[in-house]
């Protein structure tokens, strides 16, 4: 196996992909807030994504060999290191969060919380939910994974100790843009999802309909972000970000055919398109 390969592999079935997303998004929000982005700050987002990406893949190795069993044998070979990175990522993140000021470290205590309930789950749940894990209820692990997501701009604001009306208004967007994510790796698990008895859109609804939810998602990501801008609460340059509702219409569009390499398209190209959130925001202050 060449070298370009395996670094390959290690990007994106390694969850690095993932990690860089969030420091990207981290990134954008620092500029729409007029800070520039620190080594401190990207180094956080990436731990704690990377942390909570290798909580998940720990807690699921069983259920992930049927819905991807690619992925599954490539981190089987660390299978019982899994958990010793998970808590030194969290570690890490942590110490750099207690160094900067107290209230981003006791916010940054949600996201971990979230990443519990969704890959390890707690009994007291079930009363509540009728499921152990956040992600065993229709839609729950799709809420809640982009509400996690979305949580990224505040987080950048309690940093920097400057809290924004433009970064509150981007986490609707973040959380929007997640949904739609969510729901198409869920057509991508959709055989691994009903045979652990996983209720998602597309096992209770199908993968037509899911594919329509989708783009209903993309049409209203894009209103939302054009009327905050035609209303003159988010800087014009923001409009850049229209480039992402493009972008997922049409891997959408691809991946809705039955021989489409849907793997490549959510692994990759779906999660790519956090990874660009940094870039066009520059790309957007300096064109407008």
Known sequence: MSLITSAYRELVMGGHI??????????????VLGGKPTAALLMMAYLFSYGAYMMNRSAEMGEDSVS???????????????????LSCFAAGYLLAALTN???????LLPLFLSLLYSVGSGRLVP??????????????????????????LLVALYYQRVSLELLLIAPFIFLRLMLNTILFDVRDLEGDKANGIRTLPVAFGRERSFRAMAFLDLLSSLYLVGLVGLALLPTYALILMTLPVYSSVYRWLASSERARIGFLCDVVADGEYVLWGPLIYLGKILF
């Open 18 to 31: 993932l990690a860089l997303g969030t420091a990207s998004i981290a990134s954008a929000s620092a500029v």
């Open 68 to 86: 991807n069993p690619v992925r599954t044998s490539y981190l089987a070979r660390r299978g019982k290191y899994l958990p010793l990175i998970t």
């Open 102 to 108: 107290l209230t981003f470290f006791l916010a940054l």
């Open 128 to 153: 509540l939910l009728g499921a152990r894990k956040l992600k065993e209820k229709i839609l729950f692990k799709n809420v809640t994974v982009s509400f996690g997501w979305s949580l990224i701009p």
